[in-house]
């Protein structure tokens, strides 16, 4: 289901910028959309249809709450199976993340500690939404503003052991392990080093703030020059795997957002 | 249970703002409230709106995962309010820039003459000859014009 030769620098496609993109078509290998936006039906599904018919779609999820100990979301599960089946996108993913605990949502995307039974308990989930979506799905690595004295193991242990035994893949979220490093001193580097080179399919590169002395990961910003050392050292460990240039906050203009992508790209592939 | 539970009540109680996960779980659902409830704002002005937003952001936990759907119950929250009290309109104001908000396909009744006293305080018109009748309920819906644009209509019940 993975297809590489989706290698190449996507965007996460926002819906202030879709009527721009369905104007301008720039040259792109593929989009990404948080599939949560799409899930209620209406004429605003007609835009997607035409994006999905000019480039190749990844669904990025923030409900599946992978990490909680509530249950799965049938209800929520079915309608992003139903979405899938409409635009057919090439990956479906989420974040390793407590979206929802007791039933109170926080709307937002909490840590947890990386401890044995929460494995155990995420891979059971995994395996589940695996089944109902008859797909593996990808699971990304947060920025975290806590950790937990709970915690049993580091950060890439937890997802390597996780991805193994939910036999499922990685998506390696660079700008996240970069603002840990900034906040917490965890290398960067040797995370890269550790991950599961084979399980990655795909990268996330965005751009952090400094708020409250805190380095955030907003999305609100151009890729930290060090990000782009990573994505470099990244791509040269884990060989072409589709990446997305996310960007959230502080929206330049289409034009820039783009312009940036083709720089990040052209950095990428440049010759040693 | 996996998960060590008083991390999270923690940023339920929002008693320290300074706190990252605290601090968004607050902004973005006060964020939230602003931007549904404009009429409310226009009657209540800002100040005294924000402090209704900060208390009801405070005790109302959110119990859906799409946050569109926070403040349903804003409505009935702010006639809960002895402060509110001469103001027993709020609720109806509350309601219909719910309904507004959601773009719903289903009607909603309220009482007569809420829909023109929203109308103008939305356009910021003059509040002149507003008479509301609770004895009288409109049902209202949201319908499209020539161009595509929602409006609300009304027509009564009695």
């Known amino acids: 289901m993975i297809d590489n030769s989706l290698a190449g620098v996507g965007i996460n496609l926002r819906l202030d ?50 990490c909680s100990d509530d249950k799965i979301d049938s209800k929520y599960i ?10 057919n996108p090439f990956q479906i993913s989420d974040h390793l993340s407590v ?26 989930k995994i395996d589940e939404i695996q089944n109902i979506l008859k797909r593996q799905i990808l699971v990304e690595n947060l920025s975290y503003y806590h950790q937990f004295e709970e915690s049993e193991m580091k950060e890439y242990e937890f997802i390597n052991q996780l991805a193994e035994l939910a036999d499922c893949h990685i998506l390696f979220d660079l700008n996240n392990i970069w603002v840990n490093e900034m906040n ?74 783009i312009k940036e992508r083709v720089q990040i790209e052209e950095m990428l592939y440049a010759p040693a | 249970m996996h998960l060590p539970r008083s991390f999270y009540d923690d940023i339920l109680k929002l008693n320290d703002l300074t706190n990252v996960y605290q601090r968004n779980y607050y902004n973005s659902h006060f964020t939230q409230i602003e931007k549904v409830f404009l009429s409310c704002e226009k009657v209540l002005g800002v100040d005294n709106f924000k402090f209704f937003i900060d208390q009801f952001v405070r005790l109302a936990k959110a119990e859906s995962p799409n946050l569109d759907m926070y403040g349903q119950d804003f409505a009935d929250y702010l006639s809960s309010r002895n402060e509110l009290e001469e103001m027993g309109y709020i609720k109806h104001l509350a309601k219909l820039d719910f309904f507004w908000f959601e773009q719903s396909s289903k009607s909603i009744e309220l009482p007569f003459g809420i829909l023109d006293f929203w109308g103008k305080l939305i356009n910021e018109k003059e509040l002149s000859n507003i008479e509301i009748d609770e004895d009288i309920m409109e049902t209202i819906s949201i319908l499209k014009d020539e161009q595509g644009d929602s409006y609300l209509s009304a027509s009564c019940l009695k």
Not at chain 1, 78 to 87: G, H, M, N
Not at chain 1, 106 to 123: G, M, R
Request: hydrophobic residues 35%; contains cysteine.
């Open chain 1, 99 to 124: 979206q929802a605990l007791d039933g109170n949502y926080f709307h937002d995307l909490l840590p947890h500690p990386f401890s044995h039974s929460i494995i155990k308990s995420t891979a059971n």
């Open chain 1, 78 to 87: 079915d309608s992003i199976k139903s979405l899938s089946e409409r635009f």
């Open chain 1, 17 to 66: 910028y879709i009527d721009e993109l369905l104007e301008k078509k720039p040259n792109l290998p593929f989009v990404e959309v948080i599939a949560d936006n799409w899930l209620s039906f209406g004429p605003h599904h007609k835009k997607l249809e035409k994006v999905r018919e000019l480039y190749p779609i990844s669904f990025h999820c923030v409900g599946m709450n992978l």
């Open chain 1, 184 to 257: 917490y001193g965890i290398c960067s580097e040797n995370f890269l080093k550790k991950i599961n080179h084979d399980r990655v399919k795909e990268i996330h590169i965005a751009g952090a703030e400094i708020i409250d002395g805190i380095y955030v990961d907003t999305h609100g910003s151009s890729v930290n020059e060090s990000v782009r050392t990573l994505l470099k050292r990244a791509e040269a460990v884990l060989g072409d795997c589709p990446i997305v240039y996310e960007r959230d906050n502080n929206l330049p203009t289409f034009g820039e957002f």
